[in-house]
Nanobody, 113 residues
Framework: QEPLVESGGGLVQAGGSLRLSCTVPGGIFSISPMGWYRQVRGKQRELVARIDSGGGADYGDFVKGRFTISRDNARKTVSLRMNSLTPEDTAVYYC???????WGQGTQVTVSP
């Protein structure tokens, strides 16, 4: 399984939006549940959102309707649209393939006050 490739992180002001994308270059994508996690230095990695092979989604309690996870099986891509960002959303965000238990390298999201 090749490493997952993430993109879309960056610096945004509070209240702004970002879209993260994760491409799975090899292997089987369509049957794998996919997830986005985040980690703040010194804290445990936590689930942000998860989407199953049928498109059903679950979110961390802190999301509160602000984020949307989606997948494009033809492009082997899972995306995370994040709206109404707050400084508490600042973290490194990781993409995860459950089928292969593989992770991306992480992409930094920084939200300024």
């Amino acid at each position: 399984q090749e490493p997952l490739v993430e993109s879309g992180g960056g610096l945004v002001q509070a209240g702004g939006s970002l879209r993260l994308s994760c491409t799975v270059p090899g292997g089987i994508f369509s049957i794998s549940p996919m997830g986005w996690y985040r980690q703040v230095r010194g804290k445990q990695r936590e689930l942000v959102a998860r989407i199953d092979s049928g498109g059903g989604a679950d979110y961390g309690d802190f999301v509160k309707g602000r984020f949307t996870i989606s997948r494009d099986n033809a492009r082997k891509t899972v995306s995370l649209r994040m709206n109404s960002l707050t400084p508490e959303d600042t973290a490194v965000y990781y993409c995860h393939s459950e089928l292969y238990n593989s992770w991306g390298q992480g992409t930094q999201v920084t939200v300024s006050p």
